[in-house]
């Protein structure tokens, strides 16, 4: 069970009002059950609060008087807490090799990008040029399983769901001639703990 308010938990998630770079740790405690404060930072708030975190970035997680920084290693550390990085460690490289390569490609979009006509751009040539190879690969790489690494799910597998989600907005319909990814979406949104996450939390565009 997940917990926004403040108590005596062992982990404190600290991110802005949004999914972003930290959906993909809220993803694993959710499907683990393992309680934690979400602590969603305002932008109006952001200015003052930057100087406190490590290289000013969030996501930024507290734990045992411990800051962590970089939203894979946070991830990362809650897959191993969760049972989620793989059931060897040949598993637990390949979900890691993974979660880099769609991270590599969320790294690519230009969030940054003021010029509106410039920035459709650029995501237009990601997915005309870019997508197809990624779709490619994961869904070679799947074949006729149910998940990405193994025979048992992986924080790769919930990384593909919170990559889909986001490119989804930017490019609706853009892997619907992925069979198997778009099955292991269905796969993934239909675990229980993880579809009461997917409906109770904060709505926001990305």
């Not at 996501?59 to 045992?64: A, C, F, T, Y």
Request: charged share 25%; net charge negative.
């Amino acid at each position: 069970m997940t917990c926004s308010a403040a108590g005596m938990l062992p982990y404190k998630l600290i991110y802005f009002n949004m999914r972003g770079r930290a959906e993909l740790s809220r993803y694993i405690l959710a499907c683990a059950e393992i309680p934690f404060q979400d602590d969603r930072v305002e932008w109006k708030d952001w200015p003052s609060l930057k100087p406190s975190f490590p290289l000013q970035q969030l996501p930024v997680l507290e734990v045992e008087g411990v800051e962590l920084n970089q939203s894979l290693a946070i991830a990362r550390f809650f897959a191993k807490e969760a049972g989620l990085a793989g059931n060897s460690r040949l598993e637990e490289a390949q979900a890691d090799a993974l979660v880099e390569s769609l991270n590599d490609f969320t790294l690519l979009i230009p969030w940054r990008e003021e010029d509106q006509a410039l920035k459709k751009q650029k995501i237009d040539e990601l997915f005309d040029c870019y997508m197809p190879k990624l779709l490619s690969f994961l869904e070679k790489h799947l074949r006729d399983r149910d998940w990405l690494v193994g025979n048992a799910m992986t924080w790769a597998d919930l990384y593909w769901h919170v990559c889909f989600t986001t490119c989804s907005v930017l490019r609706p319909g853009f892997a619907s001639q992925s069979p198997g990814l778009s099955a292991l979406i269905d796969r993934v949104g239909s675990i229980p703990q993880l579809a009461r996450w997917i409906q109770d939390r904060p709505a926001s565009e990305f």
